[in-house]
Nanobody, 131 residues
Framework: EVQLVESGGGLVQAGESLRLSCAAS????????IGWFRQAPGKEREGISC????????YYETSVRDRFTISRDIATNTVYLQMNSLEPEDTAVYYC????????????????????????WGQGIQVTVSS
């Protein structure tokens, strides 16, 4: 059974940093892509970053590319999202999500991220950035 549990959210001021963690069980990183998504009030869910493959490969949505860093720790089966220079526009519920790479068919992990789709989801965690 795949389980994803996010932690590390909270309330910070603009310009500060947070690190989100996604503790994963029931998956192996070589075989799964892990993505971070967020949903702000009144907006659709959007994919912002993903990590996949043995290398691993990473990808970022434009608005976070120079501020956020995704990484993974194979020893603890945890994926991190280091978020620096946070802005009020980053306020949202953040979700960790996963796909088995062999289940994607013609889609790439990045394409799934752009579509806001994934098979397995965490419960979400609130990040609030005050101005």
């Amino acid at each position: 059974e795949v389980q994803l549990v996010e932690s590390g959210g909270g309330l910070v001021q603009a310009g500060e940093s947070l690190r989100l963690s996604c503790a994963a069980s029931g998956i192996t990183f070589d075989d799964f892509s892990i993505g971070w998504f967020r949903q702000a009030p009144g907006k659709e869910r959007e994919g912002i970053s993903c990590i996949y493959g043995k290398k691993p490969n990473t990808y970022y949505e434009t608005s976070v590319r120079d501020r956020f860093t995704i990484s993974r720790d194979i020893a603890t089966n945890t994926v991190y999202l280091q978020m620096n220079s946070l802005e009020p526009e980053d306020t949202a519920v953040y979700y960790c999500a996963a796909d088995a790479l062999d289940s994607l068919g013609p889609l790439t992990p990045v394409a799934r991220m752009w579509r806001g789709e994934a098979t397995y989801w965490g419960q979400g965690i609130q990040v609030t950035v005050s101005s």
